[in-house]
């Protein structure tokens, strides 16, 4: 099975003959390209044409950050699985309003249904969430009731809004106190974590979106524009509640990520390279978990669900079948 491959150091990556290696100032490291499917470069990395050549030709995505663990873009090959009638499809329903529409409500249900799946998991387990639960739910409400994205982007946020509330209820931990989203710079500790799982999970889905017919260009709740892949965004909200969320919860809880592992710089707080190799591995064992899918009836990975869920959007643009998100059942 191929693998992510994450890079912290600075350095050079290279292309030998039918390889790549990373070269530091402490020597190389070879890299098997046959089972790399995505490169994720958090140091300052360079490459030439040459390298940017060879894992086109090998399909390999390369998702590049900024010092601070901010996603800055991806080298994103040129798509072997091109369809021009799909595209067509996504243009068609995102021109269409009823039909943007009936999507973005998708979206955005399938976001709400996996926050509400976690604050029930918690508060199953002893934590007092039970008036948040009953307030998210009250404010998904008017979710279909929606005829216009900017009222279903407002709802979205009030959940969120809510739900985020609830994570110093369900940590209990001084050091990563939430108290409210902050992005660029994060504010605290919690805000560091989450916003650096988020950037992960949107690259993971964009590399997703790669093996399929679809293009990333074209989402339907988030706006398309000239400045960014907005498909995977919207893909993206049904899986943090049930993939970054939890990574975080559980890391903080076992102790696994502590405030050592954060620093205070000019652009702002820092996550440390420590905390980020912590991170990404977690992030690799949940990807490669699995679980029973119900319709399937058999095990499939959470990376896999990814797959799917792309799969019926596929279907659902081409009319076979009407697109309803993953939803969690624990």
Not at 64 to 82: C, I, K, Q, V
Not at 89 to 108: D, M, N, S, T, W
Not at 298 to 303: F, G, P
């Amino acid at each position: 099975m191929k693998k992510s491959l994450y890079i912290f150091s600075s350095g050079e990556l290279k292309r030998k003959d039918n390889t790549l290696y990373f070269e530091t100032e402490n020597g190389k490291k070879y890299i098997p390209v046959e089972d790399t499917k995505e490169i994720f470069a958090f140091g300052q990395v360079t490459f030439n044409k040459s390298l940017v050549e060879f894992v086109s030709q090998k399909e390999i995505l390369i998702h590049y950050f900024n010092y601070y663990g901010y996603y800055m873009g991806t080298f994103y090959p040129r798509e072997h699985l091109n369809s021009g009638y799909m595209i067509l499809k996504q243009a068609e329903y995102y021109q269409e309003p009823g039909k943007r529409i009936k999507l973005a409500k998708a979206f955005v249900w399938g976001a709400y249904r996996n926050l509400r799946q976690v604050l029930k998991y918690y508060h199953n387990r002893g934590r007092d969430l039970g008036k948040m639960i009953e307030t998210i739910e009250k404010l998904s409400v008017p979710i279909d009731d929606c005829h216009e994205i900017s009222q279903l982007m407002a709802i979205e946020g009030h959940i969120r809004e809510c739900y985020y509330k609830a994570f110093d209820v369900i940590t209990g931990n001084q050091d990563f106190h939430f108290q409210e989203r902050s992005r660029r710079p994060p504010k605290n500790n919690m805000n560091v974590l989450i916003s650096f799982g988020n950037s992960i999970l949107y690259t993971i889905v964009l590399s997703e979106i790669y093996k399929t017919h679809l293009d990333p260009r074209i989402g339907f709740l988030h706006a398309t524009n000239f400045r960014r892949f907005s498909l995977n965004l919207d893909v993206a909200e049904i899986f943090k509640p049930i993939i970054i969320d939890r990574i975080i919860f559980s890391i903080v809880d076992k102790k696994m990520i502590s405030k050592s592992d954060f620093e205070k710089q000019t652009g702002g707080l820092l996550l440390k390279e420590k905390g980020k190799k912590t991170f990404v591995e977690e992030l690799d064992k949940k990807l490669e978990a699995t679980i029973k899918h119900k319709k399937l009836g058999r095990n499939v990975s959470y990376r896999r669900l990814i797959r799917l869920e792309l799969y019926k959007i596929q279907k659902h643009l081409m009319g076979e079948e009407e697109y309803e998100p993953f939803i969690a059942s624990w």
